[in-house]
């Protein structure tokens, strides 16, 4: 080759090296992630303590850190909810990643206020008998021990506690903060792996029983497992159809106002096959973590063997981080796709209130008759998301706040009725309670009323706003079916009730044990929640309205 042709070459070499446009920077707005950025860093600052502070000192630390920090991140969300970006300044944030709308600011502020509540009761220490003169939690003395092993009976008689549990919620209230704004399908899924895994933990370090309380973690871990490749095949084949991870590209993608294919992907742009696939694999990802039927098979197991608080806890925030997703994807990203969506998600529906309140009936244990109601509940939300209306955006969003709560105060009374083997779960132990202990069992009649959605209670106001909402969409069949469903659910609640003020109590019955401020302060939160949203919940309805337009 002559010098020539080297020369002519190797400047074409430069041209074709020489980049045409600069990688431009992120812009992120954290301003208004700061109620993320808060949770955050507060999670990473509790490892730090774990690993720096003395273990007498870490029990406070932790506590103060993270009712702290959720707190700080509540009042950010309410700043910015009061600076307009619930409703005139919503815009979608950090190059596309998350939405910062009224949905979004109303879902994380549940959200953190019942984590608020749920850490209390993670915090109570009172209900045990002091083991080798130390307070003990919930939580397993020392996680790693084998259950029943001499490294075990150290950690007890030493007096460990498990605080890492403080530090694991934090991380998990991230992923639910992040899960419901996510506007992009690869957010969405980092912050559903980044609210499962911390969960998985939690659910496997009860102090008792703590080989159920393992069971519980791994059924968990595994089908959660399948729900996430569930979730993660739908994404590519939802990016094969769309080209793009975007909510919006997608959406324009199945409204047919795409301006511009991508030549690598012209092949399959648009291929219904895909769509259809994908958006279902995607569903089946978000109708476990709610619970629904056919994916409910781990709800039961699950709430009976993790540590009550975290049964409360998982309870209530992730069905509001759930269902708020789930509203996003179909009303945002799927609106076009509405009626193949609708139909599948009305079977879902039906057979999960039916399913939920009839299994129900059947339950002797208090954790799983409050699984099985968690279920039938799932399916009254879905009436609402079925909707396809304003009105079902926001009835949604009032019955997530109403259900929370109650969830978290139901749990928090669960682990003061107590026996020598801790908490005393079977139906037949709670005989006579009211006798033995009134303001207990009347203080669980109202959450036992306000899920059966008496009058008066949060439990009517809701089912009424979703069931209305569903109503006005079309949906009057689906209202029947879950008019029947709560007729069947009341039953079993009104049993409980029954049993506990109508029935002889047993010599040898279960004690009520006296909590701490803290579990107190949980357990009145959630009556002050049920009764207010019950009474006068027009405010709230009105502020669930006015949340309840997305950003696209």
Not at 342 to 349: E, N, S
Request: aromatic share 10%; hydrophobic share 60%.
């Amino acid at each position: 080759m002559s010098p020539s042709a080297v020369q002519e070459l190797a400047g074409r070499w430069v041209v074709a090296a020489d980049p045409v446009d600069k990688i431009p920077a992120p812009h992120i707005e954290y301003a208004q992630l700061a109620p993320v950025l808060i949770v955050v860093g507060a999670a990473i600052l509790g490892i730090l303590l774990e690993a720096l502070l003395p273990r007498r000192s870490r029990y406070y630390a932790q506590l103060f850190l993270a009712v702290a920090a959720l707190a700080s991140a509540f009042a950010a969300v309410v700043g910015l909810a009061a600076a307009g970006y619930g409703t005139t300044k919503a815009h979608v944030a950090a190059m596309g990643a998350i939405a910062v709308d009224g949905p979004t600011l109303f879902l994380q502020g549940t959200i953190l206020l019942a984590s608020i509540v749920a850490v209390f009761t993670f915090a109570e220490r009172r209900l045990d008998p002091a083991a080798h003169g130390n307070r003990v939690d919930s939580f397993a003395a020392q996680a790693a021990a084998i259950p029943g092993s001499e490294h075990e009976k150290a950690a007890v008689k030493a007096g460990f506690t498990t605080t890492e549990v403080f530090p694991l919620a934090l991380f998990a209230v991230t992923g639910m903060l992040v899960f419901p704004a996510a506007n992009d399908l690869l957010t969405l899924f980092v912050a559903l792996e980044v609210f499962s895994l911390p969960l998985y933990l939690l659910c496997a370090v009860a102090r008792r029983q703590r080989l159920m309380s393992q069971e519980a973690a791994v059924k968990y871990f595994l089908l959660g497992a399948f729900s996430s490749a569930f979730f993660l095949f739908g994404i590519a084949l939802l990016y094969g159809y769309a080209g793009s991870v975007s909510y919006a590209a997608i959406a324009d993608v199945v409204d047919g106002t795409v301006a511009r294919i991508d030549p690598a992907l012209a092949d399959t742009m648009g291929n219904d096959v895909l769509l259809l696939i994908g958006g279902a694999m995607i569903l089946t990802g978000l109708l476990f973590k709610v619970g629904a039927v056919p994916f409910h098979m781990w709800t039961p197991d699950v709430y009976q063997g993790a540590p009550t608080p975290v049964t409360g806890f998982m309870a209530a925030a992730t069905k509001v981080a759930a269902f708020g997703a789930l509203l996003r994807l179909l009303y945002v990203v799927l609106p076009g796709l509405r009626w193949d969506w609708r139909p599948v998600m009305w079977g879902v529906a039906i057979v999960t209130m039916l399913a939920g309140a009839v299994i129900a009936v059947t339950q002797t244990d208090v954790k799983r008759l409050l699984a099985y109601s968690s279920i039938a509940h799932a399916g009254f939300i879905l009436a609402g998301v079925i909707a396809t209306n304003q009105q079902g955006i926001s009835s949604v969003l009032f019955y997530l706040a109403a259900y929370s709560f109650v969830t978290i105060g139901a749990f928090a009374v669960v682990t003061l009725v107590r026996d020598a083997g801790g908490e005393a779960t079977h139906l037949s132990k709670w005989a006579g309670l009211g006798r033995r202990s009134p303001l207990v069992a009347a203080v669980f009649a109202v959450f036992l009323l306000a899920f059966a959605g008496i009058p008066l209670t949060s439990g009517f106001a809701g089912k009424f706003a979703v069931f209305k909402a569903a109503a006005e969409g079309g949906a009057g069949a689906l209202v029947v079916v879950g008019v029947l469903s709560s007729a069947i659910a009341a039953f079993f609640y009104i049993r409980v009730i029954v049993l506990m003020f109508f029935s002889e109590p047993k010599a040898d019955g279960p004690s009520v044990a006296v909590p701490s401020p803290l579990t107190m302060s949980a357990i009145a939160a959630g009556v002050l929640v049920t009764v207010v949203l019950g009474v006068a919940p027009q405010y709230f309805l009105d502020l669930a309205n006015q949340a309840s337009v997305f950003v696209r």
